[in-house]
């Protein structure tokens, strides 16, 4: 018996098989494109808030590392151990230059009283500008001897030729400062001199 080869299929057997499509258009390249795109950078308010909150966070504790004296956080001026010596020599003693602002304001307060306030013919006025010179001239000449006595004593600690430049300057515009409006901040109590 000779075997038929099979038929081909008819339209009644294509009614049977269900398309399996996906049931939409192809989008386009530019239709992708245009749905991948976003922006580098998340520019939602949630994200700012947390992006400037975080940042607060980190300069408040930037800000109280150089107020306690980290090292990490001083800048490279206030770096290294002979300038922590320094801080710590210049916090610990009483200098005329740290009043010098006061002195100055006092003398713009006494320059307001009445010209004709006289103290043995001379106005009270130019007696305090008087004072405030010398006063400035004081404070100039402790500002030099610190700088003398820094450098001497550090050399003596460190060695000569280990020491840093500028110690001498740094310490006289230490002493200044008005003590709590130095940072770092004082880490040492007035009197106890370093060792």
Excluded at 8 to 35: F, H, I, L, V, Y
Excluded at 49 to 78: H, I, S, T
Excluded at 113 to 127: H, T
Aim: hydrophobic letters at 50%.
């Amino acid at each position: 018996m000779a075997i038929s080869p099979a038929s081909p299929p008819t339209n009644d057997d294509a009614a049977d098989r269900t398309s399996a499509g996906k049931g939409r258009a192809t989008p386009t390249r530019a239709e992708q494109e245009a749905a991948r795109r976003r922006p580098l950078v998340a520019n939602t308010k949630e994200a700012k808030a947390a992006a400037r909150a975080e940042l607060n966070e980190r300069r408040a504790r930037a800000q109280a590392g150089l107020a306690a004296g980290e090292e990490k956080f001083l800048p490279a001026r206030d770096r290294g151990p002979q300038r922590r010596w320094v801080r710590d020599y210049v916090d610990a003693g009483w200098h005329p230059a740290e009043f010098v602002m006061g002195v100055m304001v006092l003398v713009i307060l006494v320059s307001l009283l009445p010209a004709n306030l006289a103290i043995g013919g001379f106005a009270v006025a130019g007696w305090a500008y008087l004072v405030m010179m010398a006063y400035l001239v004081l404070a100039i000449g402790g500002m030099i001897f610190l700088a003398v006595r820094v450098k001497r004593k550090v050399s003596a600690k460190f060695g000569a030729e280990r020491m840093e430049r500028g110690l001498g300057w740094y310490a006289a515009m230490r002493s200044l400062q008005m003590r709590f409006m130095r940072l770092p901040k004082a880490q040492v109590k007035r009197g106890q001199y370093p060792a």
